[in-house]
């Protein structure tokens, strides 16, 4: 079983719409959570970390973060073509900077 | 935020060469540095972690004596390839946290090395 689970997509969403994305893990002892984003050919850039349950909203992007259910989502409002990318979800298992990473969902927003 | 920069951005090289590639952090220090690989289309993949002045710590499968991590200074980790293959192929990625014990939000990713092994 693969540690940090995503969906590969893609997920295609009109311009102006709501995206979601899903990720689960399957350690218990997950301490932190982070969304990133790659763009085709480079290196991945922080979005969002969520520390605890709950949600954390940064401008149009809200990330929600439940232990119990070991699920962590990313909610991108007002979707922009520009927000076309793949989407990695992470998890450090300790107090370490080691990332975990998903395999990533690629979004596509369309004009 | 604080710039993590990697050197070369892209390298083509035969079967059984060896290639170096160095992440430097540029305004900060880092005792800690990680190295990943993320192949086409999967996810990235931690191959090692750098210490200043002492042994790398590689992850389980990696092999230590292909992929050898020279953490020179405070600011310089390098990655060589030893007698690269084709499967060698890779995008290879470094980062360092700016804030060691602070938060895991301060770990900043290099540009990435396009590794192209003929």
């Known amino acids: 079983q693969k540690e940090v689970e995503q969906n590969s997509g893609p997920l295609s969403v009109p311009e102006g719409a709501i995206a979601s994305l899903n990720c689960t893990y399957s350690?218990?002892?997950?301490?932190?959570f982070f969304w990133y984003r790659q763009y085709s050919g480079k290196s991945p850039e922080l979005i969002m970390s969520?520390?605890?349950?709950g949600d954390k909203e940064d401008g149009r992007f809200t990330a929600q973060l439940n232990k119990a259910s070991q699920y962590v989502s990313l909610l991108i409002r007002d979707s922009q073509p520009s927000d076309s990318a793949t989407y990695l979800c992470a998890v450090t298992l300790d107090s370490s900077y080691k990332l975990i990473f998903g395999s990533g969902t690629r979004l596509l927003v369309r004009p | 935020g604080a710039v993590v920069s990697q050197h070369p951005s892209r390298v083509i090289c035969k079967s059984g060469t060896s290639v170096k590639i160095e992440c430097r952090s540029l305004?900060?220090?880092?005792?800690?540095m990680f190295w990943y690989r993320q192949f086409p289309k999967q996810s990235l993949m931690l191959m090692a972690t750098?210490?200043?002045?002492?042994?790398?710590?590689?992850e389980q499968g990696v092999e230590k004596d292909k992929f050898l991590i020279n953490h020179a200074s405070l600011t310089l980790s390098t990655l060589t390839v030893t007698s690269a293959h084709p499967e060698d192929s890779s995008f290879y990625i470094c980062s360092a946290p700016a804030n060691p014990g602070g938060s895991p939000d301060t770990q900043y990713f290099g540009p990435g090395t396009r590794l192209t092994v003929l």
């Open positions: 350690d218990r002892g997950s301490q932190s």
């Open positions: 750098s210490n200043e002045g002492s042994k790398a710590t590689y």
């Open positions: 969520i520390y605890s349950n």
């Open positions: 305004d900060f220090q880092a005792t800690t």
